[in-house]
């Protein structure tokens, strides 16, 4: 084998690792904390999310702001 025969199959294998991958499900935490009163049509609330290509963490908090009449 010739080392341009040797890059081929390197590179092909490192494409065929490399979609192996992104196909597979990665595992994903979701945390919610509802802390609203069920009555609140519309609840205050903080979203965010990391997707790091191998883990991913979602968070929702929500509260009910209290208005100071």
Known sequence: MDQLNKRRIALAAGAAALLLTAATVHPTAEFEILTHEITDK????????????????????????????
């Open 42 to 69: 519309t609840p205050r609330k903080f979203a965010a999310a990391v997707d790091t290509g191998i883990l991913a963490v979602s968070v929702l908090y929500t509260w009910t702001e209290r208005s100071l009449r």
